[in-house]
């Protein structure tokens, strides 16, 4: 029997540092940027760790008073460049605790 207690304070060892490896990572994406862009470079967003938009940079030649309608499609373009590059950097960071573990929708 005291086997198997050892193995569980190994075990609830090893998951507590894994939780704070965990925490420090989402601390260290919080403090990331990307950058998202479209229309090569007209339209460019930056957006943190956060999902939060932090910074929009439009070329003032893209900037047509007769099609609106295409620098709002830049905007929303660049931006889910931004959010998708995002994502993919959550992934890349925090699937690494989650490997080979087989849990449904973690990271």
């Known amino acids: 029997m ?3 207690m050892g193995n569980m304070q190994k075990m609830m060892k090893q998951m507590q540092k ?3 490896d965990m925490a420090k990572a989402q601390e260290e994406l919080a403090t ?3 950058e998202g862009t479209a229309g090569g470079g007209m339209v460019t967003v930056i957006v943190n760790g956060q999902k939060e938009l932090v910074e929009v940079n439009i070329k003032e030649e893209v900037v047509d008073p007769e099609d609106i309608e295409m620098l709002q499609d830049l905007v929303l373009a660049a931006t889910n460049d931004a959010l998708k590059k995002i994502d993919d950097l959550t992934n890349e960071t925090m699937g690494q605790f989650t490997k080979g ?3 449904p929708g973690m990271f």
């Open 2 to 4: 005291r086997g198997g």
């Open 18 to 20: 894994m939780q704070k």
């Open 32 to 34: 990331k940027t990307v």
């Open 101 to 103: 573990m087989n849990l």
